[in-house]
């Protein structure tokens, strides 16, 4: 293979035909060539073994070189401009240690609620990663981020968990259609489960939505008691938004350090 990107690159430069393109008026190389080059470049596994004359002219080395490092340069400009966008829009300048009474404990994209009671252990889990909620087009919609969460309680060894996640507005929108259905929540109960220790793929789980309705009730009310309220809920999308947005101006930054 290296052979034929040899012989055709030694085949563009002898003929005459490629005069016009090999160089402009000033006689200089023209850029779009040396363009071409590069692409065959990349296909060669040992650039050593191609021999051409033009490949070894200080012009050419600074040509191929200079244009990765302007490339580089241009992503750098880029991401300037972007981070201080991002930091101009930023609401919260630093993530709050905690929410209502629940402590906040961080770890990379994790996020963990902990409330400690005397006989019991109320935590909330959920990951920023891909919870931005879909936006229109029309760059007016605010960006707001509703991760799934667990709701984990426990006392002793034994932990009652409950998977939520929030309402889709399609959801919200629904009881206009049915209005003595009215959905008063932000959030639904996806599944249930209760396990001793640690949670394995053993445990029985079952649907949220296969419930009696009269007992799905009594268990969201039973969660507002434990104070995991709409309120609360609201404000763990509120810190999911301005945690998401310091996470991805962090990730700008490191982006720029590594170009």
């Given at each position: 293979?290296?052979g034929?990107?040899?012989s055709s690159?030694?085949?563009?430069?002898?003929?005459g035909l490629?005069?016009g393109?090999?160089r402009?008026?000033?006689?200089?190389?023209?850029s779009?060539?040396?363009?071409?080059?590069?692409?065959?470049?990349?296909?060669?596994d040992n650039v050593s073994?191609?021999s051409?004359p033009?490949l070894n002219s200080q012009?050419?080395?600074?040509?191929?070189?200079s244009?990765e490092?302007?490339e580089e340069i241009?992503?750098?400009?880029?991401?300037?401009?972007?981070?201080?966008a991002?930091e101009e829009?930023r609401k919260?300048?630093t993530?709050?240690s905690k929410?209502?009474?629940f402590?906040v404990k961080?770890?990379?994209?994790?996020?963990?609620l902990?409330?400690q009671?005397?006989e019991?252990?109320i935590?909330?889990?959920?990951n920023?990663n891909?919870?931005i909620?879909?936006v229109?087009?029309?760059?007016e919609?605010e960006?707001?981020?509703?991760p799934?969460?667990?709701?984990?309680?426990?006392?002793?060894?034994t932990?009652l968990?409950f998977?939520?996640?929030?309402f889709d507005?399609?959801?919200?929108?629904?009881?206009e259609?049915n209005?003595?259905e009215e959905i008063?929540?932000?959030f639904?109960?996806?599944?249930i489960?209760i396990?001793?220790?640690?949670?394995?793929?053993?445990?029985?789980?079952?649907?949220g939505h296969?419930l009696?309705?009269?007992?799905?009730d009594?268990?969201?009310?039973f969660l507002e008691?434990?104070g995991i309220?709409?309120?609360l809920?609201?404000?763990?999308s509120?810190?999911?938004t301005?945690y998401?947005?310091s996470?991805?101006?962090?990730?700008l930054?490191?982006?720029?350090k590594?170009a």
């Amino acid at each position: 293979m290296n052979g034929i990107i040899s012989s055709s690159l030694k085949l563009y430069l002898s003929t005459g035909l490629i005069s016009g393109v090999v160089r402009n008026v000033k006689g200089k190389p023209n850029s779009r060539f040396f363009s071409m080059v590069r692409n065959c470049l990349k296909s060669v596994d040992n650039v050593s073994q191609i021999s051409l004359p033009i490949l070894n002219s200080q012009y050419f080395k600074i040509n191929y070189y200079s244009t990765e490092r302007n490339e580089e340069i241009e992503l750098a400009g880029f991401l300037d401009q972007e981070i201080r966008a991002e930091e101009e829009y930023r609401k919260l300048k630093t993530i709050p240690s905690k929410i209502n009474d629940f402590d906040v404990k961080l770890n990379g994209p994790e996020v963990t609620l902990i409330k400690q009671l005397p006989e019991e252990t109320i935590k909330i889990n959920f990951n920023i990663n891909h919870s931005i909620e879909n936006v229109s087009d029309d760059n007016e919609t605010e960006i707001k981020c509703k991760p799934s969460f667990v709701i984990t309680i426990k006392k002793g060894e034994t932990c009652l968990s409950f998977s939520c996640s929030f309402f889709d507005d399609d959801d919200q929108n629904s009881s206009e259609d049915n209005p003595d259905e009215e959905i008063n929540d932000i959030f639904t109960i996806d599944e249930i489960s209760i396990y001793q220790g640690e949670k394995k793929d053993t445990d029985y789980a079952v649907s949220g939505h296969v419930l009696d309705g009269c007992l799905y009730d009594l268990l969201l009310n039973f969660l507002e008691e434990k104070g995991i309220t709409n309120e609360l809920v609201n404000q763990i999308s509120d810190f999911s938004t301005a945690y998401e947005h310091s996470s991805y101006i962090s990730l700008l930054r490191e982006l720029k350090k590594f170009a």
